[in-house]
Every structure is written in structure tokens, then in C-alpha cells.
């Protein structure tokens, strides 16, 4: 069984700053969380509250962070229609393909 790395979905905010006119234009990436719960079930939220947080079981995905998971909980994540995409794993870097030289022992 493979793990990968997920990063869950974000989405661009802005501008930055309404200080300067420079930063109207700059938009900044915040992270969506993805609470479990029932098991299977997943949903997106973009500010948990503490209570969907202690209710979500069992697992929650807190954005702008990194999970390892592995390939049942990968293809849920896929299904469930939140916003999920395969550009959201990665190779784990420490794991068997990651790295600087790719897939495989010593890349492809």
C-alpha cells in the first residue's frame, strides 16, 4: 500500500493590502479544510468552527497543511467531489520515489 502526501485545496483571496494601490492586484492562497464525518463522508469548510472540529471523525484535513495518506483514503478524497484533484498528492519526500530524482529507486 502507497502513501502520499496531501495538500488539501486552496483558494486565492485578495488584494493583500488595501493600503496601497501595489497590493490591489496581489491575491493570497488560503487553505480549505476537509472535515470527515460521518466515516467516508467529507465536506469542506473554510473556518471550522471548534465544534466541527471535535465532531469530525475520523479525520480532518486542516488546510495549508500537509497529510500522509495512503491509497483507499487517496481514492475517497477523489470521490467525494469537494474540489479534490490528483495535483493534490505528491510523492512523499522521504518516501520510496520521492526526492530529487523522481519515481523508482533512482528516478525514472
Do not use: C
Not at 488539501?8 to 488560503?30: C, H, I, M, Q
Request: no cysteine.
Amino acid at each position: 500500500m502507497a502513501t502520499w502526501t496531501f495538500r488539501p485545496p486552496t483558494v486565492d483571496e485578495g488584494p493583500a493590502s488595501w493600503e496601497n494601490p501595489l497590493f490591489y492586484r496581489v491575491k493570497l492562497a488560503r487553505g480549505i479544510s476537509i472535515l470527515e464525518g460521518p466515516p467516508g463522508t467529507y465536506r469542506t469548510a473554510r473556518f471550522p468552527t471548534q465544534d466541527e472540529i471535535a465532531a469530525s471523525a475520523p479525520a480532518m484535513y486542516m488546510g495549508g497543511h500537509e497529510y500522509e495518506v495512503d491509497d483507499t483514503t487517496k481514492a475517497a478524497l477523489l470521490a467525494a467531489g469537494i474540489g479534490v484533484t490528483e495535483s493534490n498528492f505528491a510523492v512523499p519526500e522521504n518516501g520510496y520515489g520521492g526526492g530529487g530524482y523522481g519515481f523508482g529507486a533512482y528516478g525514472e
